[in-house]
């Protein structure tokens, strides 16, 4: 008899669980698939109706956090007509303090540099309409400027969710007000002028480095 979608889905979440509790512990390769099933209490055809191996298992969870962070900041950045840089860092650190248990993993020194890698390309377009074009940045300077605040952004993030002793609006305020501040130089863009150009425009005129 064909599974109810709740008690499917109950089983994927409980080896996640059992899987998660051991990669905050240690890296990847010494994590087994035994190990995993015995934590969750299933036996190993259990697991392998839902993931190929431990490598897989850690994929699915990382394209479902890229793809959330995508969706919401894409969504965001295409509806307003003005550019907020508060309101979309403040939308950024709301998803990342939502997934502090994984974020804090995948970001340690034994997570994945895959998963950081993507994560900065995701969180760029933000960036890229903070630093528009008008100021005068050719293309290789904004690479610049990506590895410099996407790297910068990403350690203070995960330090802040490791060692909260910031409310997340505090955190907010000093990122915005004291590490993206710019002197003579609004936080916020018309959609009439160069940054009224899409994400997606944009992303291709500036490209991660």
């Known amino acids: 008899m064909k599974k109810q979608p709740h008690i499917t889905e109950q089983t994927k979440n409980n080896l996640r669980i059992a899987f998660w ?28 109706l839902y993931y190929n191996d431990v490598y897989d298992l ?34 950024l650190l709301d998803l990342m303090q939502t997934y502090e248990t994984y974020a804090a993993v995948l970001l ?15 969180v760029w377009p933000l960036l890229n309409r903070y630093f528009v074009p008008s100021e ?9 400027l990506a590895d410099f605040y996407l790297s910068g952004l990403l350690a203070s993030v995960i330090r802040w969710l490791q060692n909260p002793k910031m409310t997340l609006e505090e ?7 004291t590490i993206f501040s710019k002197p003579d130089s609004p936080q916020s863009y018309s959609s009439c002028g160069k940054s009224a150009q899409t994400p997606a425009d944009k992303s291709a005129e500036t490209p991660m480095p």
């Open 21 to 48: 509790s051991l990669y905050a512990q240690k890296p990847i390769e010494k994590i087994s698939i035994k190990e995993i099933t015995e934590l969750a209490g299933y036996n190993r055809g259990t697991f392998y």
């Open 58 to 91: 850690l994929h699915q969870i990382e394209e479902e956090i890229l793809g959330k962070i995508t969706d919401v900041l894409n969504d965001s950045l295409e509806k307003n007509d003005t550019f907020d840089l508060s309101g979309q860092m403040g939308i």
């Open 108 to 122: 340690s020194d034994h997570g994945d540099p895959h998963f950081a890698t993507r994560l900065k390309e995701v």
């Open 136 to 144: 005068g940045h050719d293309d290789y300077e904004m690479a610049l």
């Open 171 to 177: 955190f907010l305020d000093f990122m915005v007000g």
